[in-house]
């Protein structure tokens, strides 16, 4: 009898649920929310400011836990994805290590393995030299370097094999400008290292420079995307995000944007990516999150769906193309 | 005297009774995730990080959300004292240190004393560096930049070759330990060229050993091994309850006063650099050795030896927040957890957080004080409580300390594999223990192994090759210089003893 009722209420309510959408999906437990780097860097700030956002305006019924799996530049995150296969209780944020640790590291993941759900961002690259040095733009900078001759000018950069260095490469490519390339493990770190001079100039994301350069130990030379950031409000007593020219405009043919999205496993089903696309919709319709966007200064471009797909694809290419021209394949062991 | 108006203003900010409740809060929370091996300060304040942004959006709210969260953070310098004195169980790598004459106390029956001086040179080390944040925070900040590559190999060389110098046991077995620490470090992928190493094609081993799954093994497993063999029973078993335990131990504490003072300020050098806590224990132990005159007996339970790790770890655990908040570089795990929090709440962590960011910079500072005391306050009145822990008999507290170092590994990385990492590195340590080989000289090699590598080989990168950028500057030179001539000790010593002996 019991257990008649019980039936009975279960039917009328997916009935009732029915009504608003059909079949929609949604989580029966904690969700996973895997970051491939370390605590404190710029992926695992936007995966907790993304956690924080769905946690303050209830964007989720079952809570949403960041979890940092940093091992081998990325590999280990994005490995456990590929494993959980149909498991719709785990997503996964990346940065470009989604390209360059299985080329440069042979571990065996692509981004195929995975289903894209949604761009968040894409994340700007500057070129950065320390304030007192004499270079204005980043063409006096590039001069200054050619003539020091090959390996004399340092730039740091974070990690190896990675965005920061493929920049470095291209810079050297287009240029004939030979740098020492010289890896530390987070931003932060090599932001500190040239304002102290010990480095002659970084690639550093916007974020992670921005307060010492309105401390005005650091100039910004240019920005590596097509057009100029958007953002016009003064970040120094005088200049702007915007007023920062692009490197093509200063000579330099150099573009680099970094991936901010998020993916879920393999094998999962329609339902369950519409479900995590309309949370990051919401997440992204916040204040809090077009905070976020201009105090990074990211570049606000968001895709879905095939067109997201594509421009991973097309990213990807562009990848090995400028990896294998770097010099960065490796062959696993 | 401008800092102290600031200051003022600062304590106004921080004693409403929101933040005072939010500072206890913050440490009771921060003493239990340091007690738990695996859960350390950086995943507590991680944790807890999402739950503060809501209140970072009120007027202030930034100031309570800072305070809850370094409160925590305070807790878990405290708090992590608690089971390396008690069992044998670093649960910071900081706390390695403090085991060295901790547990002998313990195992004395001393465990009250023993905590009371943990927890009390803990706050002693803390309140220094607070006062050196609050008035010379400028001049430190710039110190700081000094720091580049061949200077940061220079302190870890320095830690390292302070160890074999100042080790009570043989300097070829430590130096034995370290070189199998190194070897465990080097394991995942390579710093320089990002290609993965000794990795054997393995998944698992992609992410090298993490320090938390080898202690825990090392020290708490192998601890528990060796005492079922030598018949199921806590030495410490005779601990009494004495509630006058706290002023006892503060009189003899006194006598300290030097070697507080030594470690203080190589903890705020070494926090402020920053090159961590972990160094820091470390080194103000060797030193604190060298210079005691009961120098021999260090590592049979001698209160001093707990005073000299304790008052560098924290005093470092807490000047490193200041190149975190001036600079945006984080001396610690969890700086970096907290630091990732500055910008989540719209703030900026830099040189001009002190200028546009007044009122939270110093109700931040002005917390560091109460935190602290509110701190020193909690541990101590449960000091009785955590000696008691020792009298539980062994048979019921060795498989639920068996249990929380089984989950405090799987939580370093949500991986089962580390649980069966723990259970080898146990075996391993008790290996070590029955050939008295010393594990502490591995276990700093696992922490630091990595960085000291990635400085080195930056510094030959910058260098072009040249080995003499280790003298190339009066800093980093006296710091190279001071670790040959540590590392050549006992061999110098040697040679007197048996000049001597003629």
């Given at each position: 009898m019991k257990s008649a009722i019980r039936n009975a209420v279960a039917a009328l309510l997916s009935a009732a649920a029915l009504v608003p959408a059909a079949h929609a999906w949604e989580p029966a437990k904690t969700v996973e929310f895997i970051v491939p780097a370390g605590t404190g860097g710029g992926a695992d700030q936007m995966a907790r400011t993304i956690q924080a956002i769905v946690a303050k305006n209830n964007l989720m019924k079952q809570s949403l836990v960041v979890i940092n799996k940093p091992g081998g530049a990325g590999a280990e995150g994005f490995l456990e994805v590929k494993g959980?296969?149909?498991?719709?209780h785990k997503i996964i944020i990346t940065l470009s290590n989604l390209f360059t640790t299985p080329l440069a590291t042979g571990v065996p993941f692509n981004w195929r393995d995975l289903t894209p759900v949604k761009m968040m961002a894409l994340d700007q690259f500057v070129l950065w030299v320390n304030a007192s040095t004499p270079y204005k733009t980043a063409k006096e900078f590039l001069a200054a370097a050619k003539a020091a001759g090959p390996g004399k000018f340092k730039m740091a950069g974070t990690g190896s094999k990675q965005e920061d260095q493929i920049i470095t490469v291209a810079i050297e490519k287009q240029t004939g400008v030979k740098f020492t390339y010289i890896p530390f493990k987070g931003g932060g770190d090599v932001a500190v290292q040239l304002v102290g001079n010990h480095v002659d100039s970084t690639v550093n994301n916007p974020i992670e420079a921005v307060a010492h350069w309105r401390a005005g130990k650091l100039r910004p030379l240019c920005v590596f995307d097509s057009k100029r950031m958007p953002y016009k409000a003064k970040v120094t007593d005088t200049q702007s995000w915007a007023d920062i020219p692009t490197c093509k405009e200063q000579g330099l043919d150099v573009e680099y944007l970094m991936l901010r999205g998020i993916f879920m496993p393999g094998g999962v089903s329609n339902d369950q990516v519409k479900y995590y696309l309309n949370v990051l919709r919401k997440v992204q319709e916040s204040a809090d999150w077009k905070d976020l966007m201009e105090r990074g200064a990211f570049n606000t471009t968001s895709l879905e769906g095939k067109e997201y797909a594509d421009w991973v694809a097309r990213e990807e290419a562009r990848h090995v193309q400028l990896m294998k021209s770097a010099g960065f394949i490796g062959s696993g062991q | 005297m401008e800092e102290i108006q600031s200051l003022l203003h600062g304590f106004a900010v921080a004693l409403s009774l929101k933040n005072v409740v939010l500072m206890f809060t913050g440490i009771v929370l921060g003493v239990i995730i340091g007690v738990l091996p695996g859960l350390g300060g950086a995943n507590g304040v991680a944790i807890l990080l999402p739950l503060t942004f809501s209140m970072a959006q009120t007027p202030g709210g930034a100031t309570s959300a800072i305070i809850l969260l370094s409160c925590i953070y305070w807790g878990a310098l405290f708090g992590g004292a608690i089971t390396s004195v008690l069992f044998n169980i670093p649960g910071e790598p900081w706390s390695v240190a403090t085991t060295f004459d901790g547990y002998p106390l313990a195992q004395q029956g001393r465990a009250g004393e023993a905590l009371t001086a943990a927890f009390t040179s803990s706050f002693v080390g803390a309140l220094i560096a607070v006062i050196v944040i609050t008035f010379l925070s400028p001049l430190v900040a710039s110190f700081a930049l000094e720091f580049g590559p061949p200077e940061f190999f220079a302190v870890y060389l320095l830690t390292f070759c302070a160890f074999i110098g100042m080790s009570k046991e043989p300097p070829f077995k430590t130096l034995a330990a370290m070189m199998a620490g190194f070897a465990l470090a080097a394991v995942g992928t390579d710093p320089v060229t990002g290609a993965l190493r000794l990795t054997f094609g393995s998944v698992y081993l992609?992410?090298?050993?993490d320090f938390l799954t080898a202690v825990i093994g090392l020290f708490g497993i192998g601890e528990i091994l060796l005492s079922l063999e030598e018949g199921?029973?806590?030495?410490?078993?005779?601990a009494g309850l004495n509630p006058r335990v706290v002023w006892q131990t503060w009189k003899e504490l006194r006598r300290y006063w030097a070697t507080a003072l030594r470690s203080a300020g190589l903890g705020c050098f070494m926090g402020v650099v920053p090159g961590g806590a972990t160094p820091a224990s470390f080194m103000a132990y060797g030193v604190a050795r060298r210079m005691s005159p009961e120098g021999a007996k260090f590592g049979t339970g001698k209160l001093e030896g707990v005073v000299a790790p304790e008052v560098a770890n924290n005093a470092a655990g807490t000047s490193a927040l200041l190149p975190m908040i001036t600079l945006g570089v984080p001396g610690s795990p969890t700086a970096a957890v907290l630091l990732g929090g500055l910008l989540i709440w719209g703030l900026q962590p830099g040189p001009l957080l002190f200028v546009e960011q007044k009122e939270f910079v110093w109700g931040l500072i002005a917390s560091m004080y109460l935190g602290n005391i509110a701190g020193l306050i909690v541990v101590l009145t449960c000091v009785p409580l955590f000696a008691a822990i020792l009298r539980i008999p062994f048979s019921v507290i060795a498989p639920i300390i068996m249990v929380i170092c089984a989950i405090g590994a799987y939580t370093v990385a949500n991986s089962i594999f580390d649980v069966w990492m723990m259970v080898v590195f146990g075996v391993l340590g008790y290996a070590f223990k029955k050939l008295q080989y010393p594990l502490a000289p591995m276990v700093l090699a696992i922490v630091l192994g990595d960085r000291a590598e990635s400085a080195f080989r930056q510094a030959m990168l910058v260098s072009q090759g040249d080995l003499t950028v280790f003298f190339s500057n009066a800093l980093v030179g006296t710091m190279t210089g001071l670790a040959l001539a540590l590392l050549a000790w006992p061999l110098v010593s040697l040679v007197f003893g048996r000049l001597r002996k003629r």
């Open positions: 959980a296969k149909g498991d719709p | 992609l992410k090298g050993f199921l029973s806590f030495r410490g078993g005779r």
